[in-house]
Nanobody
Framework: VQLQASGGGLVQAGGSLRLSCAAS????????MGWFRQAPGKEREFVAA????????YYADSVKGRFTISRDNAKNTVYLQMNSLKPEDTAVYYC???????????????WGQGTQVTVSS
C-alpha cells in the first residue's frame, strides 16, 4: 500500500488543522492506521491509531482530548483532526499502515512521506 499525507501547514497556537492520508492499493479496510510525528532533533513519536473498523482508537497522552483520528474506508483515507494546537505540536507528521493498535512504530509496515505542521506562538 502507498500512503500520501496532506493537510499540513502553518497555524497559530490555539488553531486547528486536519491532516489526511490517502492510501492506494487494495484492502485498506484491513489495515490498522496510525499517525506519528517527528520534531527536529527528536525521535519519532506516536500520536494516534485507529482500528480497521474505526470503532477503536488510541492516543498519546500529549494529544488526548485535542486530536481525533478517524477513517473513511470507502475513500481509503484516514484523518487526524488537530484542535487547540500548541507550539510543541510542531513536527513532520507521518501516517502509517498495517500495524497493531499500538504506539510502537516498528509494528507498522507502510509509511507515508510526511507533512509539515508548524504552530506559531
Amino acid at each position: 500500500v502507498q500512503l500520501q499525507a496532506s493537510g499540513g501547514g502553518l497555524v497559530q497556537a490555539g488553531g486547528s488543522l486536519r491532516l489526511s492520508c490517502a492510501a492506494s492499493g487494495r484492502a485498506f479496510e484491513r489495515y490498522v492506521m496510525g499517525w506519528f510525528r517527528q520534531a527536529p532533533g527528536k525521535e519519532r513519536e506516536f500520536v494516534a491509531a485507529i482500528s480497521t473498523s474505526g470503532r477503536s482508537t488510541y492516543y498519546a497522552d500529549s494529544v488526548k482530548g485535542r486530536f481525533t483520528i478517524s477513517r473513511d474506508n470507502a475513500k481509503n483515507t484516514v484523518y487526524l483532526q488537530m484542535n487547540s494546537l500548541k507550539p510543541e505540536d510542531t513536527a513532520v507528521y507521518y501516517c502509517a499502515a498495517d500495524g497493531a493498535l499500538s504506539d510502537n512504530a516498528l509494528k507498522y509496515d507502510y509509511w507515508g512521506q510526511g507533512t509539515q505542521v508548524t504552530v506559531s506562538s
